[in-house]
């Protein structure tokens, strides 16, 4: 199975990489070099130059992802679980989730300043919400007979939850954060290019202004392998820890 995913990744590379380099030589401008060039500038630059600015943009991303799980999963819980919860910070959730959070980029940017605190904050603000509705719904979906055998045997809390509320909801958490790990890199990029010398965003904008369009795809392609890696990581920890769905 995993053989015949690689390939189908190889696949699916090769066809854009062909897509690419047709585009190329139809343009035959600089503005759409062709995958070859880009391929020898990113060998060239990419131990001088990118990986300081992908390891600066991964690592924004799994400080906002862990700080959105830590808050969202267990807000999730209990809201799911406890009815009462929920009816209280419902109207919160739904009132603060709508909001396009790149509209709040000014705010955080005013309290946090421009550095670090304000990127990782925007990450947290676009997937924890998610976090929250998804976990939520996934423990709302128990049918409550399921709880009976465990009350009857005196279960505490953290039992409960080990035995059924965490592997009930995992399946929506790891979608939800699948989802918005999606947006989130894409908000990244348009924060990066405010009070930072490093990042992708700032590597990607930095190529174009000086008209490198070479670096500029070679940066385009990196954030796009940063994106294959990620979304390859959590389908590869859904099939390890939600290994029920593939039988």
């Not at 131990?47 to 992802?65: D, F, Q």
Request: aromatic residues 14%; proline residues 5%.
């Amino acid at each position: 199975m995993r053989k015949y995913t690689v390939l189908w990744y190889a696949a699916a590379i090769v066809v854009l990489f062909a897509a690419w380099w047709i585009t190329a030589m139809i343009v035959g401008r600089p503005i759409i070099p062709s995958p070859v060039l880009v391929g020898g500038n990113l060998a060239d630059v990419f131990v001088k130059y990118i990986a300081i600015h992908g390891a600066y943009s991964l690592w924004r991303i799994a400080t906002g992802l862990f700080l959105a799980v830590s808050v969202g999963l267990p807000l999730g819980v209990v809201m799911g679980y406890f009815s009462r919860a929920d009816r209280l910070l419902a109207p919160l959730v739904y009132l603060t989730y709508p909001i396009p959070k790149i509209a709040l980029l000014p705010i955080l940017m005013l309290l946090c300043g421009v550095g670090e605190m304000a990127k990782v904050l925007m990450i947290f603000l676009i997937i924890v919400f998610q976090v929250i509705i998804a976990v939520r719904d996934g423990i709302r979906s128990i049918p409550k007979e399921t709880y009976y055998p465990l009350y009857s045997l005196g279960a505490s809390f953290r039992e409960i939850f080990v035995e059924v509320l965490w592997p009930a909801s995992l399946p929506k958490f790891i979608t939800a954060v699948r989802v918005a790990l999606a947006t989130a890199m894409s908000v990244l990029f348009f924060t990066e290019t405010f009070g930072t010398q490093y990042g992708m965003g700032y590597f990607i904008m930095d190529a174009w202004l000086r008209v490198n369009y070479l670096e500029m795809y070679s940066g385009i392609v990196v954030l796009s392998l940063i994106g294959l890696v990620l979304f390859g990581m959590i389908d590869c920890i859904e099939k390890y820890v939600c290994h029920w769905q593939y039988k």
